[in-house]
């Protein structure tokens, strides 16, 4: 009977790491040990661009990748782990309960907006966080053409300004141009904490925050928050309301609630603690990856954020690692001390920066042109080609040279 290695999750963590799993397993020549992936659709949704227009064109199949490189494919909703039996209890395609039992377990479940419990968030408020949330704002501000030109119709209303509120805000005057016609006044507002503009983000990056927002005629609400949502705006910490038919909610990501199965010691987003070598700390047989691991990236004191630059790595290095404890193999431990941004300004451009410090090195149409290649070409699958992918799942490959 083949050992099994399990991994939970499709995203970016789960995809690399299974294709890292097989590659390893492959490279000693073993035929024993079975990669699996259960997820509710074999496809990467591409969620670092949920901001764009047309969302649901932003996923890439993985049928024929798992296929070529024998993955196996569960389609379900992971449910439940018992650590103890070693078991995973999901519901199927056809709304059947089923338990799978793993002999190494890849948790690679993702993250999702935080549901806030400010008033109106749930009833009428928007986000960009999943494939279906991005569809439902993309079909709200089309249907905004019927309704009477107005300011509050032509007014959207972002609830903070970190990078996807920032990319959400700054791609929105277009966005509401193409469909109210280039001569329509529109008003694109970010209401934010912080007391400058994009300080979130560091002081020399905010300064193309800035440009940016004033050249597209984005609107900074800064030191107040939004204290309630209503069918017709925003009220602010400071009183003042806001008319605005949208109102998009940016703020607070949390890892997946299947962490708190299992019995480890987790961040205050809800990520579990993993040594370097990817492993959750005080379990033998369970590995974490992608925006559900808090792990470090260098010995600096950085650790990995939930982005799908750092999900990439950790993938490619939780496939291995999971596959060299079942081989009796070393492992690769996890590191990946170079940090880069690239913040999408809408019709501005883009700025890239390097380091934790965020030091600008691309602005305008040259940022632009690397954050249109990230987004089209980097982030996605390789190409469905067994010698292609698995080369691509070598987790020493670095992410960003």
């Known amino acids: 009977m083949k050992q099994q290695i399990l991994v939970i999750g499709a995203g970016f963590g789960g995809m690399w790491s299974a294709l890292s799993a097989v590659r390893l397993v492959e490279l000693q020549g073993r035929d024993d040990i079975e990669v699996s992936v259960l997820a509710p659709q074999a496809e990467l949704r591409v969620r670092p661009r949920f901001y764009e227009p047309n969302a649901h064109h932003l996923v890439a199949p993985l049928h024929e990748l798992f296929d070529v490189v024998g993955v196996h494919f569960i389609k379900g909703a992971a449910e439940t782990i018992d650590v103890a039996a070693k078991a995973v209890g999901y519901i199927d395609a056809s709304g059947a309960q089923k338990i799978f039992n793993y002999d190494k377990l890849v948790l690679a479940a993702g993250s999702s907006l935080a549901r806030s419990d400010t008033p109106g968030v749930s009833q009428y408020a928007f986000d960009v966080d999943q494939i279906e949330a991005a569809i439902r704002l993309e079909t709200h501000l089309k249907a905004l053409e019927n309704l009477p030109d107005s300011k509050a119709r032509n007014t959207v209303v972002v609830a903070g300004g970190g990078f996807t509120g ?68 925003v009220t602010l910490s400071d009183g003042q309301h806001i008319e605005a038919k949208t109102v998009v909610w940016t703020t607070g990501v949390r890892a997946s609630s299947l962490t708190e199965q299992i019995p480890a010691e987790r961040d205050k987003q809800g990520r579990l603690h ?128």
């Open 166 to 233: 920032i990319e959400t805000a700054t791609e929105m005057p277009a966005r509401l141009r193409e469909i109210f016609g280039e001569q329509a006044e529109v008003n694109v507002i970010i209401v934010d904490r912080g007391q400058k503009i994009g300080m979130v983000m560091g002081e020399e990056i905010s300064k193309s925050i800035a440009a940016a927002s004033d050249e597209l005629g984005v609107e900074w609400r800064l030191g107040v928050s939004v204290q309630a949502v209503d069918a017709n705006g």
């Open 274 to 401: 993993v040594d370097a070598h990817l492993k959750v700390v005080g379990q033998d047989d369970i590995f974490a990856t992608g925006d559900v691991a808090y792990a470090a990236t260098d010995d600096i004191g950085n650790y990995a954020l939930m982005t799908c630059q750092h999900a990439i790595s950790l993938g490619r290095h939780a496939g291995n690692n999971v596959a060299a404890r079942i081989l009796g193999v070393d492992p690769t431990p996890y590191s990946q001390p170079k940090y880069v941004t690239c913040l999408d300004l809408g019709a501005w451009g883009a700025v890239y920066t390097e380091g934790w410090d965020r030091q600008v090195k691309l602005v305008k149409q040259e940022g632009k042109n690397l954050k249109t290649q990230i987004n089209t070409q980097w982030i996605y699958p390789p190409a469905a080609d067994r010698a292609i992918a698995l080369a691509a799942a070598d987790p020493l490959i670095p992410v960003v040279a």
